[in-house]
């Protein structure tokens, strides 16, 4: 890639010194024209809306999980409080019904190992662990596609600008144009798509990157509510 770059740079470079300049004057010097972004972005070629589809299932996935785990990886220091104190007054079913209504995988995870009351501890601490995994399996199923566009749009932006430098040989071999107008416009042009995807991969990995993080430390809380309720349930000699 970049050696087909430098032949087109001291291809333009070679035609700019020879053009002689207009009434016998020092070369104009060039200026630094910013086209829109949105018709950079058009003339990028069919990547470039390959590109705009990974982006908006991006966000689409980022926005979802961050609803999901709001509402999900909530962790309440309360809750073994309540469980121990209901434990106490010999009310099982309450602290099962309590754990049911709270639609957080801390509660649900609770919840399955009161109901494994009477099973001895190692039987109980297996189900909290099974629970526990599937409730974090359930956290990172979409950030996948997050892994995935955060590796396919760099590929993809890279493919773009390789078929953009490829029209250019094309049309300088058709009409035997090696001016620096012809060249440079082809170039940013098709670079646009190599930008796009690298910004459209940085997006989704840091997206996948945050929230992992997030699921991870949510984990080992969720560890630590699992030690405290084994403990409540064995002061309780339940």
Request: glycine content about 6%; aromatic content about 8%; overall charge neutral.
């Amino acid at each position: 890639m970049m050696f087909l770059l430098n032949i087109l740079l001291q291809a333009a470079t070679t035609a700019a010194v020879n053009e002689p300049s207009a009434g016998g004057k020092a070369p104009a010097t060039i200026e630094h024209v910013s086209a829109p972004i949105l018709e950079m972005m058009a003339k990028g070629g069919f990547v470039m809306a390959l590109l705009g589809f990974c982006l908006i299932l991006s966000i689409y996935f980022m926005v979802e999980r961050l609803i999901y785990l709001k509402n999900r990886a909530k962790i309440d220091d309360n809750m073994i409080n309540v469980i121990k104190d209901n434990l106490r007054e010999n009310r099982p079913d309450a602290a099962l019904a309590y754990c049911d209504r709270v639609p957080t995988a801390q509660a649900q995870m609770i919840s399955t190992g009161l109901r494994f009351l009477g099973s001895n501890m190692r039987e109980i601490e297996s189900a909290m662990e099974t629970k526990a995994s599937v409730e974090l399996s359930a956290m990172e199923s979409n950030l996948t596609y997050l892994s995935l566009i955060s590796r396919i749009a760099p590929m993809l932006g890279f493919v773009g600008t390789i078929w953009g430098v490829i029209n250019i040989f094309y049309s300088i071999a058709q009409s035997n144009d090696l001016s620096i107008a012809s060249i440079s416009e082809g170039l940013y042009v098709k670079m646009v798509a190599s930008f796009a995807g690298l910004l459209v991969g940085i997006i989704s990995f840091l997206g996948y990157q945050l929230f992992m993080r997030r699921i991870d430390r949510f984990a080992e809380r969720l560890q630590e509510q699992s030690l405290n309720l084994l403990e409540v349930l064995t002061k309780s000699n339940i």
